[in-house]
Each structure stands twice: as structure tokens, then as C-alpha cells.
């Protein structure tokens, strides 16, 4: 089955066509600055340069219909549309085939996540305009998740303000997540039960799955809790929240914006958000890079100890993303933190230039190490074959 992916950010979209069974990608593209001046198509047919355009894109229909509108000069068809949903609330175990109704829940959903779903449904209103003949899925970031128990969601907050706003965990990153485990247990059979899976780019997240089932993750109500990340401070006490407002007169806006967009990697290394400029520095012997690193593998390390034990063990450990799939470093240092749990990995393999699916553990480590790099379009896209009608 041919499908368009389609995941959009705040202010951008990413597309791909691919063939579901070949997972051939036939197109790709992406729009930027949607919602500001001097937006910017770049597109790509396979085997063949991206091509770069300047564009306006005033909001995320245009963009949209700017991507389908190329589309349709290309002459490739496809059968469906996958899209990525950051945030499917309360309702959503699964990814969805969009009806009227749950196109309402998306909408319902997104004060959880008013950055992302309000565009994300501006995108599939459009769709389901210009093909109503076409199926469109939604793939929650979330819906893997919602299988936590109860004592891994819940808040220790008063339940009538709990039940109003639908306080709990609900994670993030689980279409990566779910990928790590598919691929896993393909590749390791029957070895594979326990699997901490560590996302680690720009936004980064641990995930503790038992046996296909998410038992635990890092991200909370949003996906600003938990690891240190590139601009977002994960997991601090949340007074500071209050304090920052009652001492230091910031406003909600301001809190949310330094919380977000101007602390973690890029506050503490004091140059860059981006782990390549950090690993740099500290190898420059840079102080304030130094201590972020040593800070992203150490809350890395904790945290993962957490999941861990929300499984009460591991055999699998998968690294996956930005990071994860390239920054030897950063993944030797987190696995020399469980040598006492018996993790030892192989300096060559890690080190290796190899792309793809790889074991970087060595023989007799306890835990089988893996680099699997993530493939959420593809798995939207099975999705897509997987639900449409
Ligand atoms: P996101 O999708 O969350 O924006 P990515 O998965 O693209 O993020 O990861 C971005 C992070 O990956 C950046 O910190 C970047 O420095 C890091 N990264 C990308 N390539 C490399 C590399 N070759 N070596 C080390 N880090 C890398």
C-alpha cells in the first residue's frame, strides 16, 4: 500500500510516500516557518536532489495543501494518509482511523498539547476535504502508553482537580518507543522481554517495556518532564515553577519559555543545545561542557534505573535517535553506569561507523545492548495499511 505520512510540528511538516511493504520512500519533503515570514518548501524524489523553494506558509493548511498540490504534479498515488498526533489525551490506546468523532477528540484533547494538535487537525480537516475517498489514521505519540498501570500515571494531586483536567502521565515519543520493541523482538526472538528503550535527540525520553506492554516512561503530562534535553530542563522540583513566579516575577509565558526553549543542554554548557558543539567542548576540556554531559548521562543513567525497576529487570537495552543512534560517547558512558548490573559493551562495536541495526554489547554482557535506529514513518504508514477500511 502506498501512504503519505504526514508529521507536523508547531511550526513545521514533514512528509513521506512510502510503499508500506518495500518501505521504499518514492517522496519526501518539509515545510518550515509555518506560521511566520519566509517560509521554506524543500522536496525530494527519490534518487534525485531535494530541491529547496521559498514559500509562505501563513498556517498549516497552506502548507499542507502546498505539499499535495506537488504531490499531485508528481503522478505518484497513494491509498491513505498516516498522521502523527502529538497528544491523544484520555482516549486513545491505539491509532485511530478518522472519523467525524474522533477528529472531535483530537480537538478536545489539544489544550494538552495546543502547540501541535490544533495544527495537526487543521491538516486532517484539510485532507479529508480535498480526498474524502482517502483513509486517514491518527498516530498518537501517547496512545503506547496508555497501557502504564495505574501507579506509574497517576498524580499525587487532589483527584477532583485530577478527574477535571485530566492530570496524569501520559508520555511521549511511542511511536519511536513501539518501533525499538517491534524491531527487538524481531531481531533477539525470544532472548527479548524486558527492553528499556532510550530515544535520546533533541527531545529525549526513556521507556520500560515488559514484554510489548509500556510499564513506564520519562515524559509526563507533557514532554517536558524527565531527561535533561537539549533546550528543556526535564524533571526538576515543580516549586520552581512557583518560586520563579512569586520571587522572581516571571510570568506563566516566561517560565514556560525558559523551561522549554532556553535551559538543559544549552543553559548548562552555557554554547549549544546540539550534543555534537557539547561533546566538542568537553573534549576541549570546557568546564560548563563538561558538567552537561556528565549531567545528561548521570539524570540518563537514574532515570533509566527507574525504569528498570518499574520492570523489575532488563535484558534489552535499544538507543535510537539524534544521539542515540550516533554519540558513541554519551552511550558508552551511560552503559559503564550498569556495569554493576552486569551491562558491558563492546568499545570497537560502539565505536563503529555502522549504520543500521546493530549489537554493540559484547559476549557475556547480561543485558543485550542494541543501536536500532527509529523508524516512525514506517510505522505510522503500517498503521495506515493496518486500519483503513
Ligand atoms: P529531534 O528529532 O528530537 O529534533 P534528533 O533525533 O534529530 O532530534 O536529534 C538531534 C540531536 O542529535 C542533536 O543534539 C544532535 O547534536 C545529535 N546528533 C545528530 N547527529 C549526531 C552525531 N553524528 N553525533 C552526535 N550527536 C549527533
Redesign the pocket.
Known sequence: MNVLVVNAGSSSLKYQLMDTVTREVFAKGNCERIGLDRGIFGHAVAGEEKVTEDALFPDHRTAIRAVLDHLAGLDIAFDGIGHRIVQGGWYFEDSALVTDEVYAKILEVAPLAPLHNYGEAAIIEYCRERYPELPNVAVFDTSFHMTMPEVASTYALPKDVVDKYHVRKYGAHGTSHRYEWMRAKELLGESCHRLLSCHL???ASLCAIEDGTCRDTTMGLTPLDGLMM?TRCGSIDPATVCYLQREGGYTYDEVDEMMNKRSGMLAVSGISS???DI?DGASRGDERCLLAFDMFAYKAMTQAAAMIASMAGVDTITFT???GE??WSIRKAFCECFEWLGVRIDNDRNRSAERGDRVISAAGSSVTVMVIPTDEEYMIASDVERLAV
Open positions: 535527540g533533541n527531545g537539549g546540539d550534543a555534537r561533546r535517535a539524534g544521539i550516533n554519540d
